[in-house]
Nanobody
């Protein structure tokens, strides 16, 4: 099982980034996906979720209206489109997958997002 995040980097406030999560080793289309983030000195926090079929999404209040989670089950990939970024969005972003029959999560290694002028 492998989850690999990519797309992070340095962006100015107000800018956008699109994170990707490439999955392998499990039935991707049968897994709920979540994005989390962890800022320096803070606990990991949930950012967004998407159901296995992609029909249901939910967001943390801090990113609602600015971030969009999506997935492409044909490509075994998930995405997090992040707009109107602020320095408070600076964190390592993680992709997590949980098969619908499981109570355990798979995790990626994370990708760094830094919002700074």
């Amino acid at each position: 099982v492998q989850l690999v995040e990519s797309g992070g980097g340095l962006v100015q406030p107000g800018g956008s980034l699109r994170l990707s999560c490439a999955a392998s080793g499990f039935t991707f289309s049968s897994a709920r996906l979540r994005w989390y983030r962890q800022a320096p000195g803070k606990e990991r926090e949930w950012v967004a979720s998407i159901s296995d079929a992609g029909s249901r999404t939910s967001y943390a209040d801090s990113v609602k209206g600015r971030f969009t989670i999506s997935r492409d089950n044909a490509k075994n990939a998930a995405y997090l489109q992040m707009n109107s970024l602020t320095p408070e969005d600076t964190a390592v972003y993680y992709c997590s997958a949980r098969p619908i029959w499981s109570t355990s999560d798979y995790w990626g290694q994370g990708t760094q997002v830094t919002v700074s002028s």
